[in-house]
């Protein structure tokens, strides 16, 4: 059974800092592309920022590139999403998710190539 479980949420400070956990089980989680996406209130989902299932290639949105980094530790089966200098538009739930397809998939970026998604962690950027 796969399980994704973010943490690390909470309420930051327009230009801080925040590191976002998902844990995953119930799949090899070293063969799986992984990305975090969001949605903020009143808005459609957003895909942030994706990371090959070896970590050798990373990939962002444009509203998040230069603040944003994504990593993981496929010893922990875990991905992290390191967030630099909050916006207050960077406020949304935060979803981690896993790619349908094996291996270094292509198309990272669309919300469509991910089958699996966990509850999600809330991020609050307000002064």
């Known amino acids: 059974q796969v399980q994704l479980v973010e943490s690390g949420g909470g309420l930051a400070q327009p230009g801080g800092s925040l590191r976002l956990s998902c844990a995953a089980s119930g799949f090899t989680f070293s063969n799986y592309a992984m990305s975090w996406a969001r949605q903020a209130r009143g808005k459609g989902l957003e895909w942030v920022s994706g990371i090959y299932s070896d970590g050798s290639d990373t990939y962002y949105a444009d509203s998040v590139k230069g603040r944003f980094t994504i990593s993981r530790d496929n010893a922990k089966n875990t991905v992290y999403l390191q967030m630099n200098s909050l916006k207050p538009e960077d406020t949304a739930l935060y979803y981690c998710?896993?790619?349908?397809?094996?291996?270094?998939?292509?198309?990272?970026?669309?919300?469509?190539?991910?089958?699996?998604w966990g509850q999600g962690t809330q991020v609050t950027v307000s002064s």
């Open positions: 998710t896993k790619s349908r397809r094996g291996g270094n998939i292509a198309g990272i970026g669309d919300v469509n190539v991910y089958d699996y």
